[in-house]
């Protein structure tokens, strides 16, 4: 069975890379306050290559800031450089979760992570047809205090009554629980954006009828003014 994924949660997969990193240039554990020895075990520094990607304070296997506190006032895990940022969740694998089993699996996966500060990204196999039965998703990560801007030099989805069929999705956030921000889209009316916060999810579906050269989308970031 592939042990590729397009963002659904396995917590098998999880294990597979999610405690192998080296913590203390981004994180402090505060064992000093916990004294626990058995606790402490849980927090023994390992080292990895991360697989190449950006250590992620999100994924499903971080520990969350008060595992094995002996007092719920008392944090075991800090955050460096910023205290305030979020650490551990359990609603299923990040982005960079995905990104790392589907790294290590060596899976052919439309779709990518997107840090830099501006790009482009396409349809597969554009400026030719889209494939039937594709399954894209692209993250857009910005800094945080930063807004992405997302518009489309060439749109053109194969139409079809309320974009049933072949559409565009753009979610205002990381996953599709976030807010709709346009879509379903399609024909070549291309939809432009600007997100609320520091990260946009693009969804693509096709089906298996004719197509067209779907798109080729271009995005940058831009400093939220305060």
Known sequence: MSQCVPGSFNARLAN??????????????????????????NFKIQKSNNLVT?????????????????????????????????????????????????????CQVCGNLLTKTDGIFTSPNYPDMYPSFAHCRWIIRAPLKYKIIMEFDFFYIRPFIGCYRDHLKIYDGSNIRSPILK??????????????????LITFFSGGQKHTRGFSAKYRFGKILV
């Open 183 to 200: 879509g379903p889209a399609c024909g070549k009316v291309a939809p432009a954006v600007i997100s609320s916060q520091h990260k946009l």
């Open 54 to 106: 950006a250590y992620d304070y999100v994924s499903v296997m971080h520990y969350g800031r008060y595992v094995f506190s002996k007092s719920p006032s008392l944090p075991t895990t800090v955050p460096k450089p910023d205290p305030d940022v979020e650490i551990g969740q359990h609603l299923g694998f990040s982005e960079l979760d995905v990104l790392k089993i589907n790294k290590l699996y060596q």
């Open 16 to 41: 597979v890379f999610g405690e192998s990193v080296d913590y203390s240039d981004v994180v402090t554990i505060m064992m000093e306050i916990n004294k626990d020895l058995d606790a402490e075990n």
